[in-house]
C-alpha cells in the first residue's frame, strides 16, 4: 500500500474510532448546581471564559495513535494490523515508555499559542486511560519521569505546562482518569480484558477494588498538593461511576456496565481536593449530582440553550492527540463553532495535541494565530456574555452583555466566498435611534429597521471575513 494511502486509511479509523467514543461520553440529562459559595464564584469566573485548550499528550502521541483505545478489546476498536495477538499488542504499547523522549518539550510555546487564540483556560491530560502519568507520581512508575526524558529538568511536565499557562492568565485544569488500565489493580493480569471495565468481579476481591480507590485517591492528591493553583479538577472515566447512577441511557452507550458499585469515593476526593484548592471545579463526567459542576458534551454542540454551565469538547484535528498528516479544521469553522456555543450559553474547549518531541505542529500554531486574530476585535461578543432568549436567527447568533444593556449579533458567513453589501436578521432590535458598532473595525454602521428586519450595511472598505475568519460581530444597545 502506498505511503499516502495508509496515511488516508490512518485518519479514516481515528474518524470511525471518535464517532464511536461520541456514544462513551452521553451528556448527563441531570444538573444539579453547587452549593459551596467559593466553588459559585469560581464556576461564574469560569463561565466568563467562553474559550479553552485541552491538551491530550502521552504515549499515544509516540506512534501517533488515538488515544489509549487500542489497548481496550471491545468491538468498535480496529487496531492498524490484524496480524498482532491482542497480548502482543498491549506489551508493545507498554513499551512505548521506552520511546516517549520529548528533547524539545516547550510548554511556554504550548502556552503562547493558547494566548494568541484567544483562549482563557486549559486542561492538561495528566493521565489517560492508558494509566502512562504525565506528572510526578509516586503511585506508580509508569510515568514520564522514570522513562528516557528522566534526566531532563523538565522532566514533571505537568508541572511546566501548569506554570506556563499560569504565566499567560490562564484558569488551570488537571484531566485526570479515573479508569487505569496499567494498574493491576484495575485491569488484573491474572484475567483477560474484554472491555473498558475491571476485569475482575470486585464484590469478591475487595481488597484489590480498595486498593485502586487509594491509589487514585493519592494520585489526586499528588496534584492536588504539588502542582500549584489548580481551578478545574476534569475526571474522565465516566464508566466508573456508582451503581445508583447506571440507568438506561449509560446502558446504551454499548460497553457492558458490571452490576456492582464501581465508584472510587468521589466524595472523600472532593473533600481532599478542595482542602487543597478552595473552590476547584469538579467535574465528574457524565456522572449526575454534585460533583459535575459543568457538563461536557464532547464532540458535538447541544441543539439548543442549556440554562446551566457546559462546555463542548470539540478537536481541532480529527484526533484528539498527535497524529501525522492530521488535517485540521479552518480557523472559520472553529469560529463558528465557538458563536453558537457561546450563544447557547457554554463555552469551546478545543482539543490539540503536541507532537512527540514536545512542541506543537506548524499547522496548529498557526491555525491559533488566525482564530486570535479574530478574537483580538471581536472577543467583546464572546468574553463574559450571557445567552439571549432569541439566541439565533438564520445565520446570525446573539449574545447579551452581562449588564443585559447591549447585544451583540453575529453573523456567520454560509461558506468561504459569500460576499455582500447588507446583512439581515430579525429579533433582538437594536434601541431605537442608537448607534451599531462593528466589532471588526469599531467604527459604527448604517443600520435600519423595516417590520421586525434589521438590515445593516456593510462599509464598502470592510475586508471580507468570510474567507478566514468565517464571521462578523455587531453591538448595539437595547
Not at 479553552?52 to 483505545?69: A, D, N, Q, R, T
Not at 480484558?193 to 491509589?215: A, E, G, L, S, V
Not at 502542582?227 to 475526571?235: A, E, K, P, R, T
Request: net charge positive; proline share 6%.
Amino acid at each position: 500500500m502506498k505511503k499516502m494511502n495508509w496515511v488516508v486509511v490512518c485518519l479514516l479509523l481515528l474518524s470511525v474510532k471518535s464517532q464511536a467514543q461520541n456514544g462513551v461520553h452521553q451528556q448527563s440529562t441531570i444538573y444539579e448546581w453547587p452549593k459551596d459559595p467559593a466553588v459559585k464564584t469560581k464556576l461564574d469566573q469560569w463561565q466568563d471564559q467562553k474559550f479553552g485548550m485541552l491538551i491530550h499528550w502521552g504515549l499515544y502521541s509516540v506512534p501517533g495513535i488515538i488515544e489509549s483505545w487500542e489497548l481496550c478489546n471491545e468491538s468498535w476498536i480496529e487496531r492498524p494490523d490484524s496480524t498482532v495477538a491482542y497480548e502482543d499488542y498491549k506489551k508493545w504499547y507498554w513499551g512505548l515508555k521506552k520511546d516517549f523522549n520529548p528533547v524539545k518539550f516547550n510548554p511556554d510555546q504550548w502556552a503562547k499559542a493558547g494566548k494568541d487564540a484567544g483562549m482563557k483556560y486549559m486542561i492538561f491530560t495528566t493521565k489517560h486511560h492508558d494509566g502512562f502519568s504525565m506528572f510526578d507520581t509516586k503511585q506508580s512508575d509508569f510515568n514520564i519521569t522514570t522513562g528516557p526524558f528522566a534526566n531532563n529538568p523538565k522532566a514533571d511536565v505537568a508541572k511546566y505546562v501548569f506554570d506556563a499557562f499560569r504565566k499567560q492568565g490562564f484558569m488551570i485544569g488537571a484531566y485526570f482518569s479515573k479508569p487505569d488500565w496499567h494498574s493491576q489493580y484495575f485491569w488484573w493480569s491474572k484475567y483477560a480484558t474484554p472491555d473498558r471495565n475491571t476485569n475482575y468481579d470486585i464484590r469478591k476481591n475487595p481488597w484489590r477494588w480498595n486498593q485502586f480507590k487509594n491509589f487514585a485517591y493519592n494520585q489526586i492528591g499528588e496534584l492536588m498538593n504539588n502542582y500549584g493553583s489548580i481551578d478545574i479538577l476534569w475526571l474522565d472515566g465516566g464508566w466508573v461511576r456508582p451503581l445508583e447512577t447506571v440507568n438506561d441511557e449509560v446502558r446504551s452507550w454499548g460497553a457492558a456496565i458490571p452490576e456492582w458499585n464501581q465508584e472510587i469515593d468521589i466524595p472523600k476526593i472532593s473533600v481532599m481536593a478542595r482542602k487543597a484548592q478552595p473552590g476547584l471545579l469538579m467535574v465528574d463526567r457524565t456522572v449526575h449530582g454534585p460533583y459535575e459542576n459543568y457538563q461536557t458534551p464532547e464532540n458535538k454542540i447541544p441543539e439548543t440553550q442549556l440554562d446551566h454551565p457546559w462546555e463542548s469538547c470539540l478537536t481541532l484535528g480529527n484526533a484528539w492527540g498527535f497524529v501525522k498528516n492530521d488535517k485540521y479544521k479552518k480557523p472559520a469553522e472553529v469560529i463558528r463553532s465557538l458563536v453558537e456555543v457561546t450563544a447557547k450559553g457554554g463555552s469551546l474547549l478545543l482539543g490539540v495535541g503536541p507532537a512527540p518531541d514536545g512542541t506543537f505542529p506548524d499547522t496548529v500554531v498557526t491555525r491559533l494565530e488566525q482564530i486570535g486574530t479574530w478574537m483580538k476585535t471581536n472577543g467583546k461578543a464572546i468574553y463574559g456574555t450571557t445567552i439571549t432568549k432569541e439566541y439565533h436567527n438564520g445565520n446570525t447568533w446573539f449574545t447579551k452583555s452581562k449588564d443585559k444593556k447591549t447585544v451583540n449579533a453575529i453573523y456567520c458567513f454560509k461558506s468561504d466566498n459569500e460576499i455582500g453589501k447588507t446583512i439581515e436578521w430579525t429579533g433582538n432590535t437594536p434601541k431605537k435611534g442608537s448607534k451599531m458598532f462593528l466589532l471588526n473595525t469599531n467604527k459604527p454602521v448604517k443600520w435600519e429597521l423595516k417590520g421586525n428586519v434589521v438590515t445593516v450595511y456593510l462599509p464598502a472598505s470592510i475586508k471580507n471575513n468570510a474567507g478566514i475568519y468565517g464571521a462578523l460581530a455587531f453591538s448595539y444597545p437595547v
